[in-house]
């Protein structure tokens, strides 16, 4: 619809654009470099955002760039996920039926990374997604999991992904102590800041192939004020506002557009 308005290739504020198109911050690329080397270091890390602010896209980069023939990515996000299940989730994409007792499966675990290790040569990195849903018990599992060989090596990277509770509500607390001592990186997504935000419009309107400018730099303001530089916020606006332009025959788009957008369009879905 719009897209042929605006004489666009690809559809620019969606979630699957490739991970090579999206826009990275300077705190997207120092935790992207950082995850590299707990995946190479084989390190136990926990990234936390708020919601909307980047850990699915990061995720994505992420794995996109580890050398597929160096590494196996195993990847997990269950809410409901039991000490059982989370062996049995992590068996399954090695291709192995879990045993019933937990601790069967974590030895059979422990033994068919040990031959990835060693046979295979490629080293495994567990992503743990909505990270902050997940009960004591089962976070515990990691902290059994990587005391290996009387805790004289890791057997896997492990990078558990959450929204900002993951550290406040839980792993600050006395009681997941244990948990948080065996921390090696710790890395926080930011908000974007105002000339943040405009390069990534800017960075989705390239992907997009888009060879006029649409935005104004009052519109760039408003976007940036109403979405609180969350990107899952800025591509709604943005979606809307370029549908609403569309609807109206209009090419540029400004910050009274924006604000129409924002206050009769998004309703429900703002931040306060």
Not at 127 to 133: M, Q, V, W
Not at 151 to 180: C, F, H
Not at 181 to 201: A, F, G, K, N, V
């Amino acid at each position: 619809m719009y897209e042929t308005f605006f004489g666009m290739e690809h559809t620019p504020f969606v979630r699957d654009v490739p991970p090579e198109k999206l826009y990275e911050s300077n705190a997207f690329r120092e935790t992207l470099g950082r995850l590299s080397y707990v995946a190479d270091r084989q390190m136990f890390a926990v990234v936390t955002a708020d919601p909307g602010c980047g850990k699915s896209t990061l995720i994505r980069r992420f794995y996109s760039e580890l050398p597929k023939e160096d590494y196996i990515v195993l990847y997990l996000s269950d809410s409901k996920l039991t000490p059982r299940w989370f062996y049995k989730g992590l068996l399954d994409q090695l291709g192995l039926e879990a045993r019933f007792y937990r601790g069967d499966s974590k030895r059979q675990l422990q033994q068919e990374i040990e031959i990835i290790r060693g046979v295979q040569h490629k080293k495994v990195v567990c992503i743990l997604d909505e990270a902050h849903l997940i009960e004591k018990e089962t976070l515990e599992e990691f902290r059994f999991l990587l005391n290996y060989r009387f805790d004289s090596m890791s057997p896997m990277a492990v990078v558990l992904v959450g929204q900002t509770e993951l550290w406040e509500n839980k792993l600050k607390l006395q009681r997941y102590a244990a948990i948080r001592q065996r921390i090696d990186m710790y890395c926080i997504l930011p908000h974007l800041d105002r000339s943040e935000t405009e390069q990534y419009i800017a960075s989705h309107m390239d992907y997009s192939g888009c060879a006029q400018e649409v935005f104004t730099t009052k519109a760039l303001d408003e976007i940036h004020k109403a979405s609180a530089g969350i990107p899952r916020m800025i591509n709604r606006i943005c979606e809307k506002a370029l549908m609403y332009a569309f609807q109206n025959q209009k090419r540029l788009i400004d910050d009274y557009m924006i604000k129409y957008v924002v206050e009769h369009e998004m309703l429900g879905t703002m931040t306060t």
